[in-house]
Every structure is written in C-alpha cells, then in structure tokens.
C-alpha cells in the first residue's frame, strides 16, 4: 500500500541499532563523526547533529534518526528529518525556484551543471568514502558512484547545448512543422539506499540543464549522503547568486507519499522495489502526472559453449558479489551450458572461497567484499536460503552469516534447482545466485526471458551468430542487453532501465533527457493562404 512504501527497502537508523549485537564502541558516547579517523566527515560540513532539509535554509524539526556504519553497527552522526509541513515549503521554493530557472539560456543552465561536476570532483574522495561508510560498499565503488555523477553533468554540460526538436515537412505549401521541448517544472527524486548519489545525480544533471527544477528525497538509512551532496550542489548556486532550484527533504513514509501525490511534482522519479514501483506509479498516473520508475532485477548472465571462460569467469564474479549482490543490476542466475558447467563452478567456487580472506570494513583498501545493509536484508538472505534449501537446492559455498560486528554474510552460491523454481524467479536484495545448466543457447534465452523482471543480462560467446540472435528480435528482452561484458553495472553514455516488472523507466544518457520534458509540435503557416490539412475543403 502507498501508506508503507517510499522506504526503497529500507529500514530507519533507530531500528537498525535495535536489530544489531550490541559491541563496546556502539557503548561509546561519541559518534563516528567525532573521531578523527573519520575526517572526512566534517571536510563534508556534517555535524554530530545534521539538519536534513533544504529548501533554500536547513532546517528539519521532524524525528531525529541515526544513520548507522553497516559495517560496524556505530552511528556516524544524526539527522533531523523534515515534516509534510517543510515538505510543503520545499515545494514552494522549488516551484518558484523553477519559473526563474526555465528563463535561463539552456548553454547558461550548463554551465552552472559544469561547475557542480567540477565541485563534485574536488570532493570525489571524501563523498566517495561517506557513501562506503553509510551505505556498505568497498571504497572503489563509492568514489567511482560519485565519478557516475561526475560524468553526468559532464555528458549535461554538452547535452545543454544540443537538446534539440526536428524539422518536418508539411504536407501543405508554404508550412512548416517544427518540434520543440520544453521543461516540465518540479522533477520529485525518490533514491534507494545502493547508490545514494549517482542516482540523484543522473537524474538532476539531466533535468537542471534542460529546465527543471529538483526536489530529492533520499533513502532513509542514508542521510548523510543526501545531506553532504546537496551541500556540494547548493553551494554551487549560491555563488552563482541562483534559486535553490534543488531541494531535499529527508523524512519517512508520509513525505514521500506527499511527494507521490502532489500535482506541484511534473515527473517522479522513483528507484527501489517492484511492490513499491507499482504503488508509486498508478498514484502518479492517479494525478496524470509523469513517473520514472528504476526497480528491481532477476538478471542472467548466459555462458554458452564458445564462451570466453576466463572472461565470464571474471564477469560472473564481480556481477555476483560486486556490492555484496545490493546492485539493481546484480547478477542472479548464472545460465551456464552443460559442456562448461562443471569446470566453471569448480572454479568460481575457488574463487568465492578465496574472497573471504578479503571481507572487511568498506574502508580498508584491501577490502574486496564488505556487509549487507542493514538486518532486514540479512533476515532477507536467511530466508531465501533457507526456502532454496527446502525447494531441493545445494549450498556449493558460502550461505552464513559472518560471526563480525555488523551485518556481514557469505557470498552464496546455489545449484541443483529448476530455471522455473519460485525461489529463483524471485530477486532477493543478496549475494546469492543461482548456477542453471542449459542444453543450448536457444533454452537459455527462454530462461533468461520467463522472470518478471527485465534489467540487465549478458551473453558470454565467441560466435558472431549467437551475439546476434541474443541482441535480436528473438533474443533477450532486458533493457541492458550486453555481450561478453557483466550484467552489473553500466556507464552514463547509454540509457539506463529495464522493461517488465523492472517499470520501463530510463535515465542517464541517450536520449533519457526525453523524460524530464515535453514536446511541442508547431506548424508555421508562412503563406498568405489557410489551407487544411488532407486537402479538407470547408466552404
């Protein structure tokens, strides 16, 4: 119901520490915030107390929550989060905000994108680390999620000076059709937990340099992420003497199901579960409005007969437990043909085997694989398993949780289950894939393509036919459709999103700039005549 969603997933802070083994430094009366390992914080400009909401001013009076280190179960600092009532205000200024900003010359809107991407690289190390911290991820993958929004409002800069409609012939003399896009107003920015940053970042670059203004509310169990980058992209207009054309308000269910509902919102713009998506897009649909829906993955990754096995190996490794599996784009199934089969588990069993000598905080350099998110996915994972067991299925490796503080568990795999088991058509938010073994690759296609969801897939071959059967009419009906690259993971140039119950929504590159605006079709009469169209006479 649309009364539980907008969580993306998620958990708040004060529960979190509820669900955690209680250790002597979560005893301690200082934060995270406050010790001077973690520098970086205040580099930041957070606070042991941190105010949540933006809308020209910080503020928040709404509930106090804490935003926990997953990895270790401290608390790094605390957020006061915003009520419906400073919701409200933030649509206020970002209406208003927008009217001024539509105004500006398009190149001029680019430039300012330009300065944010050149301020995000200035902070690229510590907001990467503030996203390992908070959300989980290895310190590579932090700083590179802040280099995706750094790279956006690159492509946005360019992207200002080319967005552009077309020129048409008209059937009548003396006529001309021309299209025009033109901005929207308010784009409303619902985030999930696994990229607190890049996914606002696709999206604002984007709206800010063809018109919008932005209004993002982040996930809960990651405040601080939306607070420090909102922090970088304000200032930014700040100097430049412009409206808060960017706003956010950190809050629970009923902000965003405010969001949801208010016609002031052109687009929102929502990333998280499938259950969720489809209550957020029939209210938005409700209103008429426009929605961007990003949810969930069951992705494939195919290793037919000719495949390069030391490439997919590769592949198949990183697009599993990249993220500890919290990717959209994790890879669940891997569909291997039975000539490969066996060597190829043996050896991505070493493999993952191997990884646990790297588990570790997100932080430390020599980390390759740290924690879950918070308990409720790691009850998530205890359970799948425990269902995949009773259903026939075989723990090859891994499928415990990790005797350390914090919410760490052992990247799974599983075999000796059906393509069409329950268990392996439904996406579980962990590092758990399911290994099938496929005749040919006419079957593995079909296997591919029966799950609800259509994000990601990839094909492993060496076979210029099969590559082009799998990017063909008859092959995979994913959004990303790759070949001998990983399933996980995609760059900014492309349109990213996926069809079926993934919600048919795009972001990023291409022409995802399509979404954020509305089209005009003009037809200039430059002739001294009136004639109709389809050579209607009416005398």
């Not at 496929?438 to 029966?450: P, Q, T």
Request: glycine share 12%; charged share 20%.
């Amino acid at each position: 119901m649309i009364s539980t969603v907008l969580r993306t997933g998620t958990i708040r802070g004060d529960q979190i520490v509820k669900g955690l083994r209680l250790n002597t430094l979560r005893m301690a009366s200082t934060y995270l915030v406050e010790n001077s390992k973690y520098s970086f914080l205040k580099d930041l400009g957070l606070g042991k107390v941190n105010s949540g909401v933006f809308n020209g001013e910080w503020t928040g009076t709404g509930e106090v929550v804490k935003s926990i280190d997953p990895a270790s179960g401290d608390v790094i600092a605390e957020v006061k989060t915003g009520t419906v009532a400073e919701l409200e205000k933030c649509l206020e200024v970002g209406t208003t905000a927008y009217h001024q900003w539509k105004n500006l010359p398009a190149p001029y809107r680019g430039e300012i994108v330009r300065q944010i991407g050149d301020e995000l690289r200035k902070y690229r190390e510590p907001l990467g680390k503030l996203v390992s911290l908070e959300m989980g991820k290895i310190m590579a993958e932090g700083v590179g999620e802040v280099q995706e929004f750094v790279d956006i409002c690159d492509y946005a800069v360019g992207l200002s000076r080319m967005f552009a409609g077309q020129i048409l012939p008209s059937e009548r003399a003396k006529h001309t059709i021309i299209e025009k896009w033109n901005p929207l107003g308010l784009i409303g920015v619902i985030s999930a937990f696994n990229f607190p940053c890049a996914v606002f970042g696709w999206n604002a670059a984007i709206a800010l340099a063809v018109g919008n203004s932005v209004l993002w509310k982040g996930a809960p169990s990651t405040p601080l992420v939306s607070i420090a980058t909102t922090k970088i992209v304000t200032d930014v207009l700040k100097r430049n003497n412009l409206p808060p054309v960017v706003t956010l308000c950190q809050g629970g269910t009923d902000v965003g199901k405010k969001m949801v509902a208010d016609e002031r919102v052109k687009l929102l713009s929502f990333t998280g579960s499938t259950a969720v998506g489809r209550e957020v897009g029939v209210e938005v649909q409700r209103r008429f409005g426009k929605f961007l829906l990003e949810l969930g993955g069951n992705n494939a990754l195919i290793i037919n007969d000719d495949a390069p096995t030391d490439m997919a190996l590769d592949a198949a490794f990183f697009g599993c437990i990249g993220t500890a599996g919290q990717r959209c784009t994790s890879t669940r199934r891997l569909i291997i043909h039975e000539k490969l089969y066996d060597e190829f588990v043996t050896k991505l069993v070493k493999r993952y085997n191997n990884l646990l000598k790297r588990v570790g905080h997100p932080l430390e350099e020599s980390t390759l694989y740290g924690p879950l998110h918070n308990q409720q996915a790691v009850d998530n994972y205890k359970n799948t398993l425990a269902e995949a067991v009773k259903l026939g299925g075989k723990v090859e490796c891994g499928g415990k949780v990790i005797d350390r503080p914090g919410f760490f568990v052992e990247p799974t795999i599983v075999t000796n289950l059906a393509h069409d088991s329950p268990v392996v058509h439904k996406e579980t938010f962990a590092p758990i894939v399911y290994i099938l073994k496929a005749k040919n690759l006419n079957e593995a296609i079909e296997w591919n393509n029966e799950v609800d969801h259509g994000l990601s897939s990839s094909l492993f071959t060496s076979n210029i036919g099969s590559a082009f059967q799998w990017i063909g009419e008859g092959g995979s009906d994913c959004g990303i459709v790759n070949i001998n690259t990983s399933p996980s993971g995609a760059e900014i140039g492309g349109a990213f999103g996926g069809e079926k119950h993934t919600g048919g929504g795009r972001e990023s590159g291409s022409d995802a700039w399509k979404q954020y605006v509305r089209r005009s079709t003009i037809t200039v009469n430059h002739s001294p005549d009136l004639p109709l169209a389809q050579g209607l006479v009416f005398e």
